[in-house]
């Protein structure tokens, strides 16, 4: 089990790190905390999961919110821009996420 969650913990590391990569500098808002977060947030669920803290509905429902951000993120990184608006609301709805976790 240990080796399973470093694993994964692993790879979304890694994913989150070439998505900040990639981005060109100096074009609006930094994504690097909201990747640092969903990287995060992804390795609780995952935790929790496998620690029995969770059910498989449980984890569904945060699962689909999770890819309901990284549908937003991926929406406002569409013109290339990140507006501050953007941002914030990516950090609201990660604030959301993170207290369902916590509630779950």
């Given amino acids: 089990m240990l080796n399973l969650k ?3 913990f692993g790879a979304l590391l ?8 990639a981005r060109p500098m100096g074009h609006g808002a930094p994504l690097d905390d909201i990747d640092m977060r969903q990287a995060r ?3 609780r ?5 496998h ?3 969770l059910s498989r509905r449980e984890f569904r429902a945060l699962q689909r919110e999770q890819m ?6 991926a929406q406002a990184k569409a013109d290339g821009f990140v507006s501050r608006r953007e ?4 950090q ?6 993170s207290q369902r976790i916590r509630n779950s």
């Fill in 41 to 43: 947030q992804a390795a």
């Fill in 45 to 49: 669920i995952d935790a929790a999961l």
């Fill in 14 to 21: 890694a994913a989150a790190s070439a998505g900040a990569m």
């Fill in 87 to 90: 941002h914030r609301e990516l």
């Fill in 68 to 73: 309901a951000i990284r549908r937003y993120e």
């Fill in 6 to 8: 470093t694993l994964v």
């Fill in 92 to 97: 609201l709805m990660l604030d959301r996420a």
């Fill in 51 to 53: 620690d029995g803290r």
